[in-house]
């Protein structure tokens, strides 16, 4: 397989978990060539009680996201630096390191079992890989 993905991991095994809402720019039908992913589609206007990323995953992100961001301008002044400019990179590295870092594996398993998706004790043993951005 071309894809970093595919040199990553073996497909073959890998299966994924596509969930959609019922928003009209998602496909109706999936690549037949993707023989290991299995999409699911949440019934209309449930999106806001079912999906777990809205359920506190995005929240938990941002709160840490920001910790960082007051955490620079903080240092800063207390070491008598003017306030930093935090340009695109810099913020980029700041989203990385809160999503890797910050947001753990158990919050993203408790909001899907919250959700009604798996049981707590069902889902212990998924993984997430770190993110990385290109």
């Known amino acids: 397989m071309d894809s970093k993905v595919g040199k990553t991991y073996d497909c073959s095994v ?3 978990a596509l969930v959609f809402d019922n928003c009209p ?3 109706k039908e999936i690549n037949q060539k993707l023989k290991n992913v299995t999409v ?3 019934p209309p206007n449930t999106t806001s009680k079912l999906q777990p990323m809205d359920k506190g995953v995005i929240k938990k992100f941002k709160i840490h996201y920001r ?3 007051v955490r620079k301008v903080i240092t800063a ?3 008598n630096q003017s306030k930093p400019n935090i340009n ?3 913020s980029i590295s700041e989203i990385s390191k809160a999503w890797n870092y910050d947001v753990t594996d ?3 398993r408790n909001r899907f079992a919250k959700a009604g998706f798996f049981s707590a004790m069902r889902i212990w043993k998924v993984r997430r890989t770190k993110t990385t951005f290109l």
């Open 14 to 16: 890998l299966k994924i």
């Open 106 to 108: 158990r919050t993203i």
């Open 77 to 79: 002044l207390e070491n």
């Open 67 to 69: 910790k960082r961001i």
């Open 40 to 42: 699911f589609y949440l």
């Open 25 to 27: 720019a998602h496909p």
């Open 88 to 90: 695109l990179l810099e």
